[in-house]
């Protein structure tokens, strides 16, 4: 008992004696060292080598850098109002993983508030990506009531909106954006760089829903895009838009344009066109509602053409304006071909030949010219060539080589068939004899600068035209409802056939181009009606009553002052006609 007392030692007890042989222990003991050794160079292989890349895919899960949009610059009228602005919205974004764990009830919200059935909605998070979008361009309110939601995953992005407080009045001078801020159209395209600015970026970190905890750094600084002023008047624009769109309804006609220049300046005043569109809302926008027409679409002018001949012949002192020619018997046979006026004037002045607007007696003055020199007059008022204007899709028009005319087509091409223009550069073309026989380049940009002039015209014959062209607009000539209560005004009327599939057909392009007042122009306003089919189809007819009322209004807006004390106008029963 007293030696069991004391207690026996480990290894002398028979029961409590260890069976396993030593070197097992040791194994043990070295195997939890080569354990410990290896996560320690696996720490110091983390820590050291591996820093950067752990680093980097760390901060991929809760580091984001914002795209910090700049505000794109105004386009404003050439009085400040403004034609295209930038609203703040929202873009809603998803991280789809995230999102498919919120309740159904709550994405059946998210679909409803985004306008979007719940199958579009699953298919845009049916997704591996870590980033997709749910809707761009999202209102304010809207965007308040998703976040209400606080469904996990759903994160919005600040980005603007275009807007245009002049929706369709205005629609193919300043163009649009899309959904990006990139300018697709107009002036928008035009400009793109100059409104566009340059965006910046931040590095955030964000919460698991998506919300930003802390502002790390600043990577570029957003710089705003620069406004644009136009040439454009918004009240001239206006009543342009709204007096075609009269005319292209009571004339029952496919299409229209219009086009206010100043003759001072060369500043594009006004300019509409019918079909439009309201860049607010393009969900049923259509190519014929997006050209436009003035600059892009191209017609034979007819006999607005034929001031330029008679110029010429004035020019070269061929003739004179009292200079008589026999157009009779109303018809002429030049080769094989026969070309004719509407009415037989019988012998008439120069100044009748254009009062009248005939054809033979344009063609027989032509004729007496080499081809080269009218060639070199209608390029030089920029028939053939690309308007300077820095507006996407200006056409150059029409003007064969001089060398290929024949005769008859010389004498055609006199009064405006075999050529083609576009509105734009007729009215362009008109300069030399608003004047005094210059021609400034065009802008529509605002301007506060001379224009450069280039003399194409002597000051002489510039003055004889206008005064023929006043004749033409008056009682006795073909567009006595283009004149205007209390101003001299003058211009050309036009009436052509279209050409389709290269062949003329019976489909009308009418058309006015004039000045006013006489005494010193101030604005050249350019008129086209495209297939008139209310029984009028002539442009003295169709075209030049919009010419007076837009001429009347504009003039009184511009605060010009009368320079005729006639304030009742004469219209014939029958007014005289120009021939096709």
């Not at 609203?87 to 985004?114: F, G, S, T, Y």
């Not at 075999?418 to 004899?433: D, E, P, V």
């Not at 306003?525 to 297939?531: R, T």
């Amino acid at each position: 008992m007293s030696r069991m007392g004391k207690g026996v030692p480990y290894v002398s007890s028979p029961v409590l004696a260890a069976k396993l042989p030593a070197w097992r222990s040791r194994v043990v003991l070295f195997l939890i060292f080569a354990a410990f050794a290896t996560l320690a160079g696996r720490a110091l292989w983390l820590q050291g080598m591996s820093t950067d890349f752990l680093q980097k895919q760390g901060a991929s899960r809760y580091t984001r850098t914002l795209e910090l949009p700049a505000t794109r610059g105004k386009i404003t009228d050439r009085n400040g109002q403004v034609l295209a602005s930038s609203l703040p919205v929202r873009a809603i974004w998803a991280i789809p993983e995230d999102v498919m764990e919120a309740p159904k009830d709550k994405l059946r919200q998210l679909a409803k508030l985004l306008d979007m059935s719940e199958k579009d909605l699953y298919r845009r998070l049916d997704s591996d990506r870590t980033f997709v979008y749910l809707k761009r361009q999202v209102e304010m309110d809207i965007v308040e009531m998703v976040q209400k939601l606080e469904i996990a995953g759903i994160n919005t992005r600040k980005e603007y909106k275009r807007f245009y407080p002049e929706g369709e009045a205005m629609a193919h001078i300043v163009g649009f954006t899309n959904v990006e801020d990139k300018g697709l159209e107009g002036m928008e395209l035009a400009y793109q760089q100059t409104l566009a600015g340059t965006p910046g970026s931040r590095r955030v970190i964000r919460d698991r829903l998506g919300r930003v905890v802390e502002d790390i750094e600043a990577i570029r600084e957003p710089h705003d895009g620069a406004d644009l002023a136009l040439s454009i008047d918004s009240k001239l624009q206006y009543i342009a838009f709204s007096n075609l769109k009269a005319a292209v309804e009571a004339n029952k006609a496919k299409a229209g344009g219009i086009v206010i220049l100043d003759a001072k300046t060369g500043e594009i005043l006004a300019l509409a066109n019918l079909p439009t569109y309201d860049p607010n809302d393009r969900r049923k926008l259509t190519g014929a509602q997006l050209r436009n027409r003035v600059l892009t679409d191209t017609f034979e002018p007819g006999s607005t053409l034929k001031p330029f001949t008679v110029a010429l012949g004035l020019e070269k002192r061929i003739v004179t304006p009292n200079t008589m020619i026999d157009t009779a018997p109303g018809r002429m046979t030049i080769g094989t071909a026969t070309i004719g006026d509407a009415h037989s004037i019988g012998l008439a002045s120069v100044s009748q030949v254009i009062e009248k607007s005939s054809n033979i007696g344009t063609a027989k003055i032509a004729l007496q010219m080499p081809p080269q020199d009218m060639w070199d007059l209608f390029t030089s008022v920029g028939f053939g060539q690309q308007p300077k204007i820095g507006f996407p899709g200006a056409v150059a028009g029409r003007v064969r080589p001089y060398k290929s005319w024949r005769p008859i087509e010389q004498a055609t091409m006199s009064y405006g068939h075999g050529i083609s223009l576009s509105l734009l550069q007729i009215a362009h073309a008109y300069m030399i004899f608003a004047r005094d026989g210059e021609m400034i380049p065009l802008t529509l940009q605002r301007s506060t600068d001379q224009p450069i002039a280039q003399r194409v015209l002597s000051e002489k014959t510039a003055r004889e035209m206008r005064s023929m062209l006043e004749m033409a607009a008056g009682p006795h000539g073909t567009a006595p409802q283009a004149q205007v209560p209390g101003y001299r005004v003058g211009g050309k009327t036009g009436t052509a056939y279209k050409l389709e599939n290269g062949k003329y057909v019976k489909k009308y392009v009418a058309s006015f181009v004039g000045f006013a007042p006489v005494s010193d122009p101030r604005i050249i306003v350019a008129v086209m009606i495209d297939e008139p089919s209310a029984g009028r189809h002539y442009g003295g007819s169709v075209a030049g009553p919009v010419f007076s009322s837009v001429t009347a209004s504009a003039l009184r807006a511009m605060n010009v002052a009368p320079d005729s004390s006639v304030t009742n106008i004469i219209i014939p029963a029958e007014p005289l006609q120009e021939v096709l």
